[in-house]
Each structure stands twice: as structure tokens, then as C-alpha cells.
């Protein structure tokens, strides 16, 4: 079963750049690590998904080390839109398209 | 697309009586999964379904749970009867299945349930 690890809580300013990194040491062969985003009263809304290296779109960057026990979800210059929640996954080990939400990270943007 | 469509949003109920909140997947969807969201207990995964086939329903937390998948477009999770603690946002949401370990779920909004 894979499990993640991330930070309860973040603050952070307007403009700035923002870091989670999220762990997973038990992490399969084949398994994409995929960040969601989740503002109040929403669902959580896909963010990125990686296997290696780095992955950049137009709202994030996602970098992953060769052994790819962690990953670091980076937003540049954050604006107080960015205060949500925001979950590191990677499938259950063996449960198909099965995804574990843990806590998240709260990403708290201010003035 | 109109991404995954989830009714009523909201639903306010009395303890005892049968509650039924609805779910259509994407098209093109081949995965449907119902999670259930508390401040308590976080996001949890309740029940999903692979080809309209259950999968696994081990986080369905008891028999007053209950799902169908009639179709490939129309979901179904029922709660006979309510009680107050099953007061919670449910969240239906879709994926298409792929064999590379790539796994994305899209979320519809949610149905609010109030059970008092």
C-alpha cells in the first residue's frame, strides 16, 4: 500500500514561489505521482501528474529525484486564488485506478 | 465537456428516511468512484466501479450504503436509512482506466447531505 507524506499546513505571501514535497518511499515501478488541488465546497481538481524529472504546465511544476521517493509540487508566484488544499497521490498498490486521499497540505496565501 | 454532473448539490433530510444521490461520468469514462468528505475523516473512497462492475466497496461503512451502476452514464449511491452522522459532502468522480500507472480521477462538485 502506498502511503504519502506532506506537510499539514503552508503559509505563504502573494508573488512568492511555494515548495510541497510530498513522500512516498514505497512507490511502484509503474505508478505516476499526480498532485490535486481542492478549494472549499469543491471537488479536487487535477493539478499534475509525473513519473520522472520534471513536469511543467501552465499552473505548476512538478519535480521528482531519480529515486523517486519524493516529489515537490512548485507554484510559481502564488496569489491568494492559490489558498486551498493540495493532495500528493500515487495509487493503491494493487487497487487498479484506486487513489488514497490523505490530509493534504493547506496552502494559505496572504496580502 | 460537461465534466461529471452530480445531483441534488445539496440535500436536507430527517434521521430514517432513504437518500439517493446521483452520478454521470464522463463519456468515455470506464472507472466511476464515490468518496465521501468530513472535516473528521478527510476525503475517503467509499465504493468504485470498473465497466459498471464493482470493484471494491470496502470503504462503504455499512449496509444502509448502498451503490449501482446501472449503465456506463449513470451512477447511483443510496443511504436506507439516514442517520446524522452520515451528514457529509459525497463526491462522485470518473476516470478512464489506463494500464501505464497513470491514474486521473475527475471530481464532480458534490452533494451536500444534511441528515438531521
Known amino acids: 500500500l502506498a502511503k504519502t507524506t506532506q506537510p499539514i499546513s503552508m503559509d505563504s505571501y502573494e508573488g512568492q514561489e511555494v515548495n510541497i514535497t510530498c513522500s512516498h518511499n514505497?512507490?511502484?515501478?509503474?505508478?505516476?505521482i499526480t498532485w490535486y488541488q481542492q478549494f472549499p465546497s469543491q471537488g479536487p481538481r487535477f493539478i499534475i501528474q509525473g513519473y520522472k524529472t520534471k513536469v511543467t504546465n501552465e499552473v505548476a511544476s512538478l519535480f521528482i529525484p531519480a529515486d523517486r521517493k519524493s516529489s515537490t509540487l512548485s507554484l510559481p508566484r502564488v496569489s491568494l486564488s492559490d489558498t486551498a488544499v493540495y493532495y500528493c497521490l500515487v495509487p493503491v498498490t494493487g487497487g487498479g485506478n484506486k487513489l488514497t486521499f490523505g490530509t493534504g497540505t493547506q496552502l494559505k496565501v496572504e496580502l | 465537456d460537461a465534466g461529471v454532473i452530480q445531483s441534488p448539490r445539496h440535500e436536507v433530510t430527517e434521521m430514517g428516511q432513504e437518500v439517493t444521490l446521483r452520478c454521470k461520468p464522463i463519456s468515455g469514462h470506464n472507472s466511476l468512484f464515490w468518496y465521501r468528505q468530513t472535516m473528521m475523516r478527510g476525503l475517503e473512497l467509499l465504493i468504485y466501479f470498473n465497466n459498471n462492475v464493482p470493484i471494491d466497496d470496502s470503504g462503504m461503512p455499512e449496509d444502509r450504503f448502498s451503490a449501482k451502476m446501472p449503465n456506463a452514464s449513470f451512477s447511483t449511491l443510496k443511504i436506507q436509512p439516514s442517520e446524522p452522522r452520515d451528514s457529509a459532502v459525497y463526491f462522485c468522480?470518473?476516470?478512464?482506466?489506463?494500464?501505464?500507472?497513470?491514474?486521473?480521477?475527475?471530481f464532480g462538485p458534490g452533494t451536500r447531505l444534511t441528515v438531521t
Open positions: 468522480a470518473s476516470s478512464l482506466s489506463l494500464r501505464d500507472g497513470r491514474v486521473k480521477q475527475y
Open positions: 514505497n512507490i511502484a515501478t509503474n505508478d505516476y
